[in-house]
């Protein structure tokens, strides 16, 4: 983690006023992660945020596994140990491999790579890096995806980059139980 405690400090549901407890009520009466108990200080964010968040993880045009190769390359790239950790366990609930992991923190050079994948992680690497995919990483994607699919691989990216600068800048830590980098 880049800070060992929090700038913003999670909410608690016993200090939530009514504009808070009705944003929070979407996640039912189970623990709140602590990103989502840290955007309820904004409610009025987090509740115009969610939309979008909630299309690219759950919406998008591209596959499960697409989906999170290109959000723990990006945690990875941007130093969101949150990220990674959040993403480490959904990516395993959908199936892939710890080797499928570990290329997500490796990149585009990692041998052995079928040429998807390498471009998925080109392309996030470009976006974080440059805010632009090249040409030579967009011509080899449209060979796999269409146009929708495209801009949903551009706005994941964009989606967890954004995210992790909060996550990163407010010292939102890890909730129990998620893997950090070296887990």
Sequence with gaps: MRLSKPRVAPTQRAGW??????????????TVA?????MLHHPALFRR????????LGKSTISVRDR?????RTAWMVRSEYEWGQHVLIARDAGMSEE????????????????RDRLLLAAT?????????????WDGLSRFYD???????????????MLAMGLNSFGVQRD???PGFDD
């Design 100 to 115: 499928e992991i570990a290329m997500a923190r490796n990149g585009p050079d990692t041998p052995g790579l079928d040429q």
């Design 34 to 38: 602590n990103v989502f108990a840290t």
């Design 147 to 161: 146009t929708r699919q495209m801009m949903d691989i551009v706005f994941t990216v964009g989606q967890y980059n």
């Design 176 to 178: 129990e139980g998620v």
């Design 49 to 56: 945020w969610l939309p979008f968040a909630n299309h690219i």
């Design 68 to 72: 999170e190769v290109l959000i723990l």
């Design 125 to 137: 690497d470009e976006l974080v890096d440059d805010a632009f995919v090249s040409d030579a990483t």
């Design 17 to 30: 006023d009514t504009d808070q407890a009705e944003v929070a009520a979407r996640f039912g009466d189970g």
